[in-house]
Nanobody
Framework: QVRLVESGGGLVQAGGSLRLSCAASGRTSSTYVMAWFRQAPGKERESVAVLWWSGGSTNYADSVKGRFTISRDNAKNTVYLQMNSLKPEDTAVYYC????????????WGQGTQVTVSS
């Protein structure tokens, strides 16, 4: 079992920055894939950024490339999402998720943290 706890959401003006954190505990593994998803009201959940824990490779949605950065702190078992140049359309509940490298579906999810960007 893996427990994920997000923090760092809030209200920010357009053009501002926020950093989200996702602390993982339990049966974490170096083969895990970590990701940030978001879901805005009335919209489907979408993948924002993905990090392969072993090796550190990353992938981003086109809508956030160049503005968001996913990173990790191995010692703290924590994944971060640095969000810069925020736009009102980035407003959503952001979720941290993880899965084993061999699995297709994300098995573990955090509770979500609200990010609101005002214009």
């Amino acid at each position: 079992q893996v427990r994920l706890v997000e923090s760092g959401g809030g209200l920010v003006q357009a053009g501002g920055s926020l950093r989200l954190s996702c602390a993982a505990s339990g049966r974490t593994s170096s083969t895990y894939v970590m990701a940030w998803f978001r879901q805005a009201p009335g919209k489907e959940r979408e993948s924002v950024a993905v990090l392969w824990w072993s090796g550190g490779s990353t992938n981003y949605a086109d809508s956030v490339k160049g503005r968001f950065t996913i990173s990790r702190d191995n010692a703290k078992n924590t994944v971060y999402l640095q969000m810069n140049s925020l736009k009102p359309e980035d407003t959503a509940v952001y979720y941290c998720a993880s899965r084993d490298l061999k699995e297709a579906e994300y098995k573990y999810w955090g509770q979500g943290t609200q990010v609101t960007v005002s214009s």
